[in-house]
């Protein structure tokens, strides 16, 4: 399975930015996929994730209403939306591929893409 991210950069406070996250490697659909991120010295954080049987979502209450995750299961790709950023949201933004169709919490990340950097200036 390979992951790769793509859509950060350098936004102002206010400002709004896409990741995309592009699967290969094993049957996309069936397979719950997340959003996680880490700042520096901090430890990696969940953000957004999204069931690969229904679309459910779920979200970190620091970005519940601010973010949204979605995904298009034909081009095997999961994005999230970020809208009115902060720069607490500065950090490597990671996608990962669960191992289960449904996300709960706890439930086992098996894959990792090599992370995206999303930088918020004030």
């Known amino acids: 399975v390979q992951l790769v991210e793509s859509g950060g950069g350098l936004v102002q406070a206010g400002g709004s930015l896409r990741l995309s996250c592009a699967a290969s490697g094993r049957t996309f659909w069936r397979y719950a996929m997340g959003w996680f991120r880490q700042a520096p010295g901090k430890e990696r954080e969940f953000v957004a994730a999204i069931s690969g049987s229904d679309g459910s979502t779920y979200y970190a209450d620091s970005v519940k209403g601010r973010f949204t995750i979605s995904r298009n299961n034909a081009k095997t790709t999961v994005y999230l939306q970020m809208n009115s950023l902060k720069p607490e949201d500065t950090a490597v933004y990671y996608c990962?591929?669960?191992?289960?169709?449904?996300?709960?919490?706890?439930?086992?990340?098996?894959?990792w893409g090599q992370g995206t950097q999303v930088t918020v200036s004030s």
């Open positions: 990962a591929q669960a191992s289960t169709s449904y996300y709960y919490s706890g439930v086992r990340f098996d894959y």
